[in-house]
């Protein structure tokens, strides 16, 4: 880590956008683990969850993608998954729907569920 680093904080990872063009790329097609994150406009719960979305990404970059995916930029991958609800947080492994979960949870709640799932352990910090 870098002097400014330490200083102002690592810089942040952000989630890859995914719509209905490139959702077949980005999830179905990725060669690790996926986290998508199921987003509404005017979700309130959404936007609690964005922060934790947004530290998954920097602690799993390179081992799992994590993407965002907003109902109104991709209808039909979020029909083609079923979401009824937002925020939905799927988790995927070769193309195939491992875990769904409705709602907000924390940082925790999901590093536990990558490393279940996945076998992926947080990165050590230091």
């Given at each position: 880590?870098?002097?400014?680093?330490?200083?102002?904080?690592?810089?942040?990872?952000?989630?890859?956008?995914?719509?209905?063009?490139?959702?077949?790329?980005?999830?179905?097609?990725?060669?690790?683990?996926?986290?998508?994150?199921?987003?509404?406009?005017?979700?309130?719960?959404?936007?609690?969850?964005?922060?934790?979305?947004?530290?998954?990404?920097?602690?799993?970059?390179?081992?799992?993608?994590?993407?965002?995916?907003?109902?109104?930029?991709?209808?039909?991958?979020?029909?083609?998954?079923?979401?009824?609800?937002?925020?939905?947080?799927?988790?995927?492994?070769?193309?195939?729907e491992k875990e769904r979960i409705m709602g907000v949870r924390g940082s925790l709640?999901?590093?536990?569920?990558?490393?279940?799932?996945?076998?992926?352990?947080?990165?050590?910090?230091?």
């Open positions: 880590m870098g002097f400014l680093s330490k200083i102002f904080g690592a810089s942040k990872k952000m989630p890859v956008h995914v719509d209905d063009k490139n959702f077949e790329a980005e999830v179905l097609r990725s060669g690790v683990p996926v986290i998508l994150d199921v987003w509404g406009p005017n979700c309130g719960p959404c936007k609690q969850l964005e922060p934790v979305i947004q530290s998954l990404a920097g602690t799993y970059d390179g081992r799992v993608k994590v993407c965002e995916m907003g109902t109104h930029f991709a209808p039909r991958a979020a029909g083609m998954l079923q979401v009824t609800a937002t925020p939905t947080v799927i988790y995927f492994a070769k193309g195939k709640y999901h590093e536990q569920t990558v490393e279940e799932l996945f076998g992926i352990p947080k990165k050590a910090e230091g």
